[in-house]
């Protein structure tokens, strides 16, 4: 299985995802400073993954840093949390995760420098097991909604490379596979980094399942063709009402899918719904560096004092959205009913939010 990020001998090692699918390497994390670049600049990459990504960064910020001022590791785990925090202003799983590593830290404070630091690296490690776990069991609940030979449409990268492994989007097709359903992707390429031409690509070939990339801008006609029969895409936040932040494009998928009568799904785990924001207009949408859009590959494709703008997610109102798949079954519209049925079901047995 692909390990986009792992824990190895006291440092955080990482697929480089900027240099795929033309080199295959990886970056070794030795600080918790080099885990925030590492975020920031997109070497790693999508909602789930940037989350564990962030925990093993706390666990390693304080490995190298807790034991500097015994007495004041409280101080110590802020300030790691803070860098961190402030890498990536859209995907909730970052700051989920972040606030479970605090959860975490605050059951064992008392417990001597030693103690805290293994408890921390542990919980980094449980994120990571849960995420996959996680995975399996969304592409479990969502490969029986692709049809046998079934050609899916998704956009950017929600595989194994965006999560702690097997993926949410991709971990349903994956799935499909699995069962013998013979499904076929149509990858967006996803401008203006490219993470469908690159990474979802290189991941199906290397699995073996058909893939055809297609331009962002080609998917309305193959829609209209019949070429396509359903959208599975992954989220980087749902809000409450079941609003989705995800890749920019991911918006104007869901309205072309929904003039040609095409089912439109999202995949994520439960730890990428933010109940605590109402909808979509309260997520936050990071706008990345404009020469991103002027260039590709470090080549000026505009004309040179061109003006760019780059919002990197846009929001799927949830009226466009037939239903999003979680590990622990599929929510129907209304969605916002079926978000606050799965939130009050998981409080009364006793799991925290």
């Known amino acids: ?191 203006p980094l490219l993470q469908g031409a690159r990474l979802t690509a290189w991941e199906m070939v290397r699995e073996g399942i058909p893939v055809t990339v297609i331009t962002d801008s080609m998917a309305g006609y193959f829609m209209a063709r019949g070429d396509i029969d359903l959208v599975i895409v992954g989220a980087d936040r749902i809000a409450a009402n079941g609003d989705t932040a995800n890749k920019i494009g991911t918006y104007t998928l869901a309205l072309l899918a929904r003039a040609h009568g095409i089912p439109f799904y999202v995949a994520a785990p439960r730890s990428t719904i933010d109940v605590d924001t109402a909808s979509g207009v309260n997520i936050p949408i990071e706008e990345r560096d404009p020469d991103e859009v002027l260039r590709v590959a470090g080549i000026e494709t505009a004309a040179r004092g061109a003006a760019a703008r780059n919002p990197s997610f846009d929001v799927t109102p949830a009226e466009l959205i037939s239903a999003i798949i979680t590990e622990n079954g599929l929510i129907e519209p209304p969605l916002d009913r079926g978000i606050g049925g799965l939130f009050a079901a998981h409080t009364k047995s006793g799991e925290t939010e």
């Open 1 to 191: 299985m692909i390990r986009p990020v792992y824990w190895y001998d006291d440092t955080v090692v990482m697929i480089d995802q900027k240099a795929l699918p033309a080199r295959e390497s990886l970056v070794v994390c030795h600080d918790y400073t080099d885990v925030a670049a590492a975020i920031r600049d997109m070497t790693v990459r999508g909602a789930p993954a940037i989350g564990i990504a962030a925990a093993m960064g706390v666990a390693l910020g304080f490995l190298k840093h807790g034991g500097e001022s015994p007495g004041n590791e409280e101080i110590t785990l802020e300030r790691i949390r803070k860098e961190l925090a402030a890498t990536r202003p859209t995907a909730v799983n970052l700051f989920w995760a972040l606030e479970r590593m605090n959860n975490c830290f605050k059951e064992c404070r008392n417990d001597g420098f030693e103690a805290i630091a293994k408890n921390l690296i542990n919980e980094a490690q449980r994120i990571l097991d849960e995420d996959i776990d996680a995975n399996r069991r969304m592409g479990r609940v969502g490969c029986n909604l692709v049809p046998p030979g079934g050609a899916v449409l998704t956009h950017c990268n929600a595989g194994a490379l965006a999560t702690g492994g097997y993926g949410t989007a991709l971990g349903v097709i994956r799935a499909a596979h699995e069962a013998g359903r013979h499904p076929r992707v149509f990858a967006d390429e996803t401008r």
